[in-house]
């Protein structure tokens, strides 16, 4: 993704970055870029924000699934298995099903309450 013109703040012009993200990221970081309340995109993390926790959950048809720097999984409602796991030991595989499983529950849960 390329990032250029008046509203990048100056220290992270000329800047790479090569962590993960997603569409989900890009609204919450332009606001913060514009110097704006972004906290009500509770699902979006600023991309330019070195400290945030870096995952991309993401959908496809009847399945879900999460990229992180642990490692990745996806889940098949249709053949209602693990497709894909993989991770560097089994306490990471653990923990990235969990975070992947805990992510779209608050994500239905909020969609509900909407």
Do not use: C
Request: hydrophobic share 35%.
């Amino acid at each position: 993704m390329l990032w250029f013109g008046e509203v990048l703040k100056p220290n992270y012009k000329g800047s790479k970055w090569d962590k993960l993200s997603s569409h989900i990221d890009i609204t919450p970081t332009i606001l913060e870029q514009l110097g704006q309340d972004n906290t009500s995109y509770k699902f979006g993390r600023n991309i330019l924000n070195k400290q945030r926790q870096v995952f991309v959950p993401y959908v496809f048809h009847r399945g879900h699934g999460l990229i992180s720097n642990q490692g990745y999984y996806a889940f098949s409602e249709d053949y209602n298995k693990v497709f894909e796991l993989e991770a560097s030991d089994s306490t990471q595989m653990k923990l990235i099903k969990e975070q992947t499983e805990m992510y779209f529950q608050v994500a239905f849960e909020d969609y509900l309450s909407y």
